[in-house]
């Protein structure tokens, strides 16, 4: 499982920044496999579930170390938030050393799936395909340097359709506190959670999936961020100061309401 670089001064780095990251599994046990499911996403091989890993890893005990790995991605829990914060701390520090944040961007990202078991898969938007099909999709908000970028917040989308389905839901041990919400709604959560908690701002990045609602930019506004998003053609806008009004009834035909 060793890779060309796991030795002198970058091993020693790998193991700070592993231990650091392993304080957030709760459990002892769990290390270890966290580790070697890290070490397995780093190795080279285009394919980075757990079993073409457990080969990559293991490749005298294959079929021993693929469960290990299973059970640690399947049955292990911790917080995800408190890991990805943990990341944060660690990292950020690093990529602004020489040159501040700049933006932070919000984006979802689509993982095709061939069936229809996986948490959230529904027939949707897939960028990576770059047409509707079957997929999950994760909102996520990044902060990003002119050289680096960096997630700080990632979430399921979990469609309507999956989130009033109880028994899907419970197949899929989906918590009951999870609960429909848009990818706007997703993603304001995560934009609030990072001003909350200080993150330094930059100009906030977001296509029209995002910007084209006016909620969305509102909040932006009321948050006191500065953001680039892209709108739809069709969107109507009005200078500062002015609202749409109904036209005033002639006296003939039908009186206007809008």
């Given at each position: 499982m060793d890779l060309q670089w796991m030795d002198g001064p970058q091993a020693e780095r790998f193991t700070r920044y592993m231990d650091s990251l392993a304080a957030c599994l709760r459990h002892r046990d769990r290390i270890e496999p966290f580790r070697r499911y890290c070490v397995g996403l780093l190795l080279p091989g285009e394919r980075k579930s757990v079993e073409p890993m457990a080969a990559r890893l293991r490749p005298d005990r294959t079929a021993a170390e693929h469960q290990a790995l299973l059970h640690f991605v399947g049955q292990s829990s911790w917080e995800a938030d408190a890991l990805l914060r943990t990341v944060r701390r660690e990292v950020l520090p690093v990529m602004t050393a020489s040159e501040p944040v700049a933006s932070w961007i919000i984006d979802d990202t689509g993982f095709p799936k061939q069936g229809p078991h996986s948490v959230g898969v529904a027939r949707q938007y897939c960028g990576e395909l770059g047409k509707q099909d079957n997929c999950q999709v994760?909102?996520?908000?990044?902060?990003?340097?002119?050289?680096?970028?960096?997630?700080?917040?990632?979430?399921?989308?979990?469609?309507?359709?999956?989130?009033?389905?109880?028994?899907?839901?419970?197949?899929?041990?989906?918590?009951?506190?999870?609960?429909?919400?848009?990818?706007?709604?997703?993603?304001?959560?995560?934009?609030?959670?990072?001003?909350a908690d200080g993150v330094p701002k930059g100009v906030l990045l977001a296509d029209a999936g995002y910007?084209?609602?006016?909620?969305?930019?509102?909040?932006?506004?009321?948050?006191?961020?500065?953001?680039?998003?892209?709108?739809?053609?069709?969107?109507?806008?009005?200078?500062?100061?002015?609202?749409?009004?109904?036209?005033?009834?002639?006296?003939?035909?039908?009186?206007?309401?809008?």
């Amino acid at each position: 499982m060793d890779l060309q670089w796991m030795d002198g001064p970058q091993a020693e780095r790998f193991t700070r920044y592993m231990d650091s990251l392993a304080a957030c599994l709760r459990h002892r046990d769990r290390i270890e496999p966290f580790r070697r499911y890290c070490v397995g996403l780093l190795l080279p091989g285009e394919r980075k579930s757990v079993e073409p890993m457990a080969a990559r890893l293991r490749p005298d005990r294959t079929a021993a170390e693929h469960q290990a790995l299973l059970h640690f991605v399947g049955q292990s829990s911790w917080e995800a938030d408190a890991l990805l914060r943990t990341v944060r701390r660690e990292v950020l520090p690093v990529m602004t050393a020489s040159e501040p944040v700049a933006s932070w961007i919000i984006d979802d990202t689509g993982f095709p799936k061939q069936g229809p078991h996986s948490v959230g898969v529904a027939r949707q938007y897939c960028g990576e395909l770059g047409k509707q099909d079957n997929c999950q999709v994760a909102v996520s908000l990044s902060v990003a340097t002119s050289n680096a970028s960096l997630p700080i917040a990632w979430r399921l989308y979990l469609p309507e359709i999956w989130a009033s389905d109880t028994e899907r839901r419970n197949v899929a041990k989906v918590p009951a506190k999870v609960t429909f919400q848009t990818k706007q709604e997703i993603a304001l959560a995560q934009i609030r959670a990072a001003v909350a908690d200080g993150v330094p701002k930059g100009v906030l990045l977001a296509d029209a999936g995002y910007g084209n609602t006016s909620s969305f930019r509102d909040a932006l506004t009321e948050l006191g961020l500065t953001y680039v998003v892209g709108v739809q053609g069709n969107i109507v806008v009005w200078p500062p100061g002015t609202e749409p009004a109904v036209p005033a009834w002639s006296g003939r035909g039908r009186k206007p309401t809008r």
